[in-house]
């Protein structure tokens, strides 16, 4: 099993790919790594009045299954529910709501748009 270090580099790298394809695409930034007592949400993106939260999932390859199966139910209450802390830390409660999944294997990237 990879260590520690080996997985936290692998998340950031393909939390990188995922910026540079979301800012490529039109999309600011509106927060990285946000954290709570309840988890972290991995990205956030915003185009106008559109908030896009997005699950990154990384893998060194896909010899283990595909990194986008990783995001079941119990997973996405969780992002749905720090997705709703977001908003209401940010004011945005108004705001159009997008969950997206980007699936990193090696350096290419899959995008699952409105995943759920």
């Known amino acids: 099993m990879a260590s520690y270090e080996a997985r936290a580099a692998r998340g950031r790298f393909g939390e990188d790919l995922a910026v540079r394809e979301y800012q490529r695409r039109g999309y600011a930034v509106a927060g990285r790594n946000w954290r709570t007592t309840i988890g972290e949400l991995d990205l956030i993106v915003q185009m106008a009045n559109t908030v896009v939260f997005v699950e990154v999932k990384a893998r060194a390859s896909d010899r283990f ?9 119990a997973k996405q209450r969780r992002i749905r529910r720090l997705a709703a802390a977001w908003l209401r830390a940010h004011d945005a409660r108004g705001a159009t709501v997008r969950f997206d999944v980007v699936a990193v294997t090696g350096g290419r990237i899959e995008m699952f748009i409105d995943a759920f």
């Open 65 to 73: 299954g595909r990194p986008e199966l990783a995001v079941g139910a």
